[in-house]
């Protein structure tokens, strides 16, 4: 799956991000889309989930791997001069929906 995405355009370089953080940490794409920069710390290798975007209602902290730490730094660096506090965002730099998620995983 990971051969097919075409990490030199924006939105693949995020979609590879994304599945590898849906790989690492095995959150709701919901979740997924709800996750804030300032939750992500990449020296301890976590990202935080507040209790009010869980289905549970639960915060809890979540591991992530290496390859991952590092492909989340490129990603964080790229879109950091975006205005707005979402980890992922669309190409124009607004927050990215759960159907865009879906249907970019869908269709590779």
Do not use: Q, W
Request: aromatic share 8%.
């Amino acid at each position: 799956m990971m051969d097919v995405i075409d990490d030199s355009t924006y939105t693949g370089f995020r979609n590879k991000v994304i599945i590898y953080v849906l790989l690492d940490s095995l959150v709701r794409i919901s979740e997924l889309c709800a996750m804030k920069r300032e939750n992500v710390n990449i020296d301890t290798g976590e990202i935080f989930l507040e209790a009010m975007d869980t289905k549970t209602r639960k915060a809890r902290i979540v591991p992530i791997t290496d390859p991952t730490i590092e492909l989340l730094k490129e990603y964080m660096e790229i879109t950091e001069d975006f205005d707005d506090d979402h980890l992922f965002l669309t190409y124009d730099g607004h927050e990215i929906n759960h159907a865009t998620v879906r249907i970019d995983l869908r269709d590779l």
